[in-house]
């Protein structure tokens, strides 16, 4: 019973402090949002960054934030994520694990579309290094990069309680991963880093929410 009792205050506290930074990280995207489309201020911070970031261009580091950029890509993601899903269920019998993948992917790229289209901004017309298309705010590789490598790291932390190492390879690896794959956006000249940083607030919501959303289905489980 004692045992019971403390597992379930322990679920309590992870589900109450994961919703304050969830609504808080929301909270702060529709701050952001308004800051950016309510006047050309922040522009002058964009700009200063997308400068300071670009006074390192070289070919060896525009080769290098071409692959970092790649791994951002849903059609990298959605590869790798199949094979992990089939993994998943058919050697380790992880079905509800796979199913929040799945929800966290491209519930964020849902999510991401839907922001892009309501919001509208377009990309930057200068400093390009290479050219995209479509709206810019959020940015989406930032954005399905924290769902997919943010998810999958915490599942596999999850599964590995006695892999210390691992886990905190994880914790590092993960949020290095979407740092870089953000940096490489505005390296780019394809993204302002205010669109980088909605995404890092929007994308950290929904993921957590996901979070949440899996150790719920968990924990209840482990009762029946």
């Not at 993994?87 to 694990?97: A, L, N, Q, R, S």
């Not at 839907?114 to 377009?122: A, G, H, P, V």
Request: hydrophobic share 55%.
């Amino acid at each position: 019973m004692r045992i019971i009792e403390v597992s379930l205050t322990r679920f309590r506290k992870v589900i109450i402090v994961g919703t304050i930074i969830t609504i808080a990280l929301l909270l702060f995207f529709a701050y952001w949002t308004d800051v950016v489309f309510s006047s050309e201020e922040h522009l002058q911070f964009d700009l200063a960054i997308i400068e300071w970031v670009q006074s390192f261009v070289s070919d060896s580091a525009t080769t290098a934030f071409i692959v970092i950029t790649e791994i951002g890509y849903i059609y990298v993601i959605i590869p790798v994520m199949l094979g992990v899903l089939g993994f998943w269920i058919f050697k380790k019998k992880h079905y509800w694990e796979s199913v929040m993948l799945v929800v966290c992917v491209l519930g964020g790229d849902l999510i991401k579309v839907s922001l892009k289209n309501i919001l509208q901004r377009q990309r930057p017309d200068f400093l390009q290094v290479v050219t995209e298309s479509g709206f810019s705010f959020p940015s989406g590789h930032t954005m399905v990069s924290i769902t997919f490598y943010g998810m999958l790291a915490y599942i596999i932390w999850l599964n590995m309680p006695h892999r210390k190492g691992l886990r905190i390879t994880l914790a590092i690896l993960a949020p290095v991963i979407v740092v870089a794959v953000g940096i490489s956006r505005i390296y780019l000249g394809v993204h302002y880093p205010s669109d980088v940083i909605a995404s890092f607030a929007v994308g950290g919501a929904w993921l957590i929410t996901c979070m949440l959303a899996l150790n719920s289905i968990r924990y209840y489980k482990s009762k029946n």
